[in-house]
């Protein structure tokens, strides 16, 4: 009961700052944030937000961003939910936050203007992202982001489940256990084409039926391109084209079929047109494809070895920037249906690994800023268990060069894992989703798990060590320590007599979250710092 209290406490607190329940348009969460749909993102009082205690950061992107972390999001969303619900039947809309521009500077660089630049940066790439690839990039992620739980849930099943089966325990308990990992995974295109057809505008449970002829065991009867098909041949990747496909055949039969045969005709013929294209088309085209993706992951890292983990590792975090990132999660679930887990995931995670490294190094560089240190002590526990947006968006992104900093972080613990995949230990992870300590429960490979779980926890210390060496000297010039490395005791003793919240002021430093200063499409205004 207290734990529901703390979750609808917290989302009472979250609704009045992000302009109550009228300016709210549509609610929604992957693993880590609450992610909002408004209609006036003006109303929103950012710094507020961020000082609330079990929020870890902000992120602006398609949607506004609340990031609460792991299992606490999934619990504090339907109170939320319920709360706009009631706002919506009593409350009048709200009116605009009001700024205070006489409020007292602050003469330091504090961790709420570092925060600042970190969302004004994100707010510029967010603008370079608006591409039609990078939106599509967006709908597949949209796609495959509501199945992780599943496949969290069913990977560490599947983990307890060879445990006990190496162990040889429980065999009485082992048979259910594997259904229960299985079970999912041999239907996961079914809810891949459910998905896509809601996300493309069509009708979900048509792309479902369509996918479903991917995994019907009865295609194995049929014939095309001169081979038999096989039951679950292309995957999630068959899944997706077919149900894309099933979309464009429906709202073509809505256009030319007459209303009253409509409800008759337009699901005959999508699931006639497009299942068809799928069985003598798709399903091979797919196949081909997916195989040719665990193909090249397992040739690219048994020759790169270290090298192809160094710069998968390195890149991860730009790529994350530059919203690229999402590409690489059906090629996850594709690697995870053939061979029961994605041998890239582990790589890629050490990217948090220097992360993490390097905000530790910012911590020691940055002994008087106590501003800072204060956000570093509260979001590395997120960071160790792979939630790293509080650290990148406020502190390493905006310093700039503990940013470049963490990615060698990254490079070096990827490079780690990569040189025994091609030393013959492969390392990888049964679902998507976590990283950080959080991947422990979900990893496998060819070897034991023990070896398995060494391999990886090497990676993650190679990453630490890496980043905060890199960051600790190569991370700041003397400008930059200058700058940030400033006792904040006099801003927060005015802030506690005030009882408001840092505003940047002084003529001459940079804008602060409230100084009327921060539009996120000016860089001079909100620059990385280098």
């Keep these: 009961m207290a734990t529901e209290d703390k979750n609808r406490a917290t989302a009472a607190a979250i609704l009045p700052l992000v302009g109550g329940a009228a300016n709210v348009a549509s609610i929604a969460h992957c693993m880590t944030r609450l992610r909002l749909g408004l209609h006036d993102r003006s109303l929103v009082d950012d710094e507020a937000l961020k000082a609330l205690p079990a929020v870890m950061g902000v992120v602006e992107d398609d949607t506004y961003q609340i990031v609460l972390g792991p299992g606490t999001v999934a619990r504090v969303t339907p109170e939320f939910e319920h709360l706009v619900e009631e706002g919506r039947e009593a409350a009048p809309a709200p009116a605009a936050a009001s700024t205070d521009s006489s409020a007292p500077a602050v003469s330091a660089v504090s961790a709420e203007e570092l925060a600042a630049q970190g969302a004004a940066i994100k707010a510029q790439q967010k603008a370079k992202n608006t591409t039609p690839f990078k939106l599509f990039l967006r709908r597949i992620a949209n796609i495959f982001v509501p199945l992780i739980p599943a496949l969290i849930g069913c990977g560490i099943i599947a983990g307890l489940n060879g445990l006990l089966v190496n162990l040889e325990w429980l065999p009485a308990v082992t048979p259910a256990l594997a259904a229960m990992a299985s079970g999912f995974m041999a239907l996961i295109a079914v809810f891949v084409g459910y998905n896509t057809a809601k996300e493309f505008g069509g009708t979900p449970i048509l792309g479902g039926a369509v996918a479903a002829i991917i995994v019907f065991p009865g295609v194995a009867n049929i014939d095309a391109f001169g081979q ?237 060590v890496a980043g905060f060496l890199a960051t600790y000297f190569f991370g700041f010039g003397k400008d930059l320590l200058t700058e940030f490395n400033v006792s904040q005791e006099p801003a927060a003793s005015t802030i506690a007599a005030t009882g408001g919240t840092p505003r940047e002021t002084t003529p001459g430093t940079r804008g602060g979250p409230d100084s009327g200063d921060t539009d996120p499409g000016s860089p001079e205004k909100a620059p990385v710092r280098v």
């Design 228 to 464: 038999t098909l096989s039951p679950g041949q292309g995957g999630v990747l068959g899944a997706l084209g077919a149900a894309v496909l099933a979309v464009y055949v429906e709202k073509w039969c809505r256009r030319w079929v007459p209303e009253a045969l409509d409800v008759l005709v337009t699901p005959t013929l999508t699931v006639l047109i497009s299942g068809l294209a799928t069985i003598f088309g798709l399903m091979y085209v797919a196949g081909e494809i997916s195989s040719a993706i665990g193909t090249f992951a397992d040739w690219l890292l048994s020759n790169g070895g270290a090298g192809a983990g160094f710069v998968l590792g390195g890149l991860f975090l730009p790529l994350v920037m530059l919203g690229l990132h999402q590409a690489l999660i059906p090629i996850h679930t594709t690697l995870i249906e053939q061979q029961g887990y994605t041998v890239l995931l582990p790589i890629l995670a050490m990217a948090g690994a220097g992360q993490v490294g390097a905000a530790m190094a910012v911590y020691v560089r940055l002994p008087r800023n106590e501003s800072i240190r204060r956000t570093i002590r509260s979001a590395l526990p997120a960071g160790l268990l792979g939630v790293g947006e509080p650290l990148i968006y406020g502190v390493s992104l905006p310093l700039g060069r503990p940013f470049v900093t963490a990615c060698v972080g990254g490079a070096f613990g990827g490079g780690f894992v990569g040189l025994f995949h091609q030393l013959g230990d492969t390392v990888g992870s049964t679902a998507i989703g976590p990283s950080g300590w959080a991947l422990f429960p979900l990893l496998d490979g060819n070897h034991s798990l023990g070896s398995t779980l060494a391999i990886y926890a090497g990676g993650l210390l190679a990453g630490y």
